[in-house]
């Protein structure tokens, strides 16, 4: 079973031209198709005598690949898309052939130690220090809810005495916070925002004091969100960290898609403030080029998170030295070296590529906006902040995105689902693939 026979050769060499085939051409939009309909033509998949590579391999290439829409293509625009470099889809398959395990450092350590040059990057462009770190884990919601966990048992050492707490977030915080609060059974108080979609920390101080002095609950943590999923908003994240930290209560980024912009020039001065984060997140597999799924969880103290994650075993204690495991750093134990491509992509390419790539995207948002604004039916929501262009048409209800959304994916034209704002139906462009050209642009607002 494990000889490398001539088939195993021969289904090697069709794997490896199939996939140079998908990276080298432009990605096809494609769209789903309902399970009857998939069932259909490819009827059970699983059965006792096997298909064999090549049947099985022609199944996904002819059918099931092409009921998945890709999320690299220039024209995908919808909710956070995802644009790997060639280089990481690349060494993605490298990681794929060598049976890497990346929870420990006895038998990780050049994978992990690579993984950890990459956080180290992400955490220096955030300006924490030297003895920051953590782990990449699967996305965002998983993120975000390992290091509130952290932040809760720092809160229950320090507060012996409280028995309920909550998390304060704005109300425009991502859904993953809310799942979080539920999963650890807390509750989550959200901050009204001002008029520009932002959390300022003068609000969130009032909140707090207010709720410490009802409540015989204590606020643990502050989450702060840095790109809004939605519209790309930063909250103020200096006012933000300072109401927090006054109040002894841990500071919270969650950058899963903007903190990725720290590398471009031109707004890295929106972020500041994240320096005094006791934790952040970003997804590189949103706007830094990394396939799924790799998000990276950096702590100011990891040792915070080390005595709150490392599981304890029989057969594991062996692990337990004075050596960094990815393992100790999050909820999980078992992890692939999933933050190997974004260290490869980011080691080849270097660091000034990722700048410039991301200048692309912000350039092609402002330029959308323009065009935008220019255009005769439709509005812009707001100035982008960072690459999300949220706009709505003149006269249409929400019937009207919804068909018109759907039109454009029958067309094989564009993915841009429908998305609301204050009750009010609207259209977003979410840029974070540097091959989106305005000519891309143009073609979907020409349907507008
Ligand atoms: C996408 C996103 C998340 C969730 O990340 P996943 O990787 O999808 O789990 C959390 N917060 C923000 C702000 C996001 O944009």
Redesign the pocket.
């Known amino acids: 079973m494990h000889e490398f026979t001539k088939d195993v050769e021969a289904l090697a060499h069709e794997v490896l031209a199939y996939s140079l085939e998908r990276l080298k051409s432009d990605p096809p939009l494609d769209g789903p198709r309902t399970e009857q309909e998939l069932f259909a033509e490819v009827g059970n998949t699983i059965t006792a005598p096997g298909l064999g590579g090549k049947e099985a391999l022609k199944v996904f290439t002819d059918v099931l690949a092409k009921a998945c829409i890709s999320t690299d293509h220039p024209r995908n625009l919808a909710f956070?898309p995802s644009a790997p470099t060639e280089y990481a889809n690349l060494f993605d398959l490298v990681v794929g052939a060598s049976a890497l395990y990346g929870g420990s450092w006895q038998e990780g350590a050049g994978a992990v130690f690579a993984e950890n040059q990459a956080l180290r990057w992400l955490s220096d462009l955030a300006g924490l220090p030297q003895s920051a770190g953590g782990v990449f884990v699967?996305?965002?919601?998983?993120?975000?809810l390992s290091a509130l966990v952290v932040a809760r048992a720092q809160a229950r050492k320090k507060y012996p005495e409280t028995t309920r707490f909550a998390i304060a977030c704005s109300a425009e915080?991502?859904s993953?916070i809310a799942s979080a609060a539920q999963v650890m059974d807390v509750e989550i108080i959200k901050i009204t925002p001002d008029e520009n979609g932002r959390m300022q920390g003068s609000e969130l101080g009032k909140v707090i004091d207010e709720y410490h002095r009802s409540s015989h609950a204590r606020i643990f943590a502050v989450v702060a969100?840095a790109?809004?999923?939605n519209l790309g908003i930063i909250d103020e994240l200096v006012s933000i960290g300072r109401a927090a930290h006054e109040r002894d209560v841990w500071f919270h980024v969650?950058?899963?898609?903007?903190i990725a912009a720290l590398c471009a020039p031109s707004v890295r001065a929106l972020f500041n403030g994240v320096e005094e984060a006791d934790s952040f997140?970003v997804?590189p597999?949103?706007w830094l080029f990394a396939p799924f799924?790799a998000?990276a969880l950096v702590y100011r103290n990891p040792e915070l998170a080390r005595e709150v994650h490392t599981q304890h075993a029989s057969y594991l204690e062996t692990l337990h030295d004075d050596s960094w495991s990815p393992s100790d750093y999050a909820i999980h134990l078992t992890r692939r070296v999933r933050g190997l491509p974004f260290w490869f992509s980011l080691a080849a390419y270097g660091t000034d590529a990722y700048s410039e790539a991301m200048e692309q995207t912000l350039t092609i948002a402002k330029d959308a906006a323009e065009l935008i604004r220019k255009h005769p039916n439709l509005e812009l929501l707001r100035e982008p902040e960072l690459s999300i262009v949220a706009f709505t048409r003149k006269g249409w209800k929400k019937e009207d995105y919804q068909k018109w959304s759907e039109a454009l994916l029958a067309d094989q034209i564009g993915f841009i689902p429908p998305s609301s704002h204050n009750g009010q139906s609207i259209l977003r462009f979410a840029i974070v693939n540097p091959w989106t050209k305005i000519s891309d642009i143009e073609m979907i607002l020409a349907t507008l």
């Open positions: 956070i699967q996305g965002g919601t998983m993120g975000n915080a991502h993953s969100t790109g809004t999923t969650d950058g899963a898609y903007g997140i997804d597999h949103k799924d998000c």
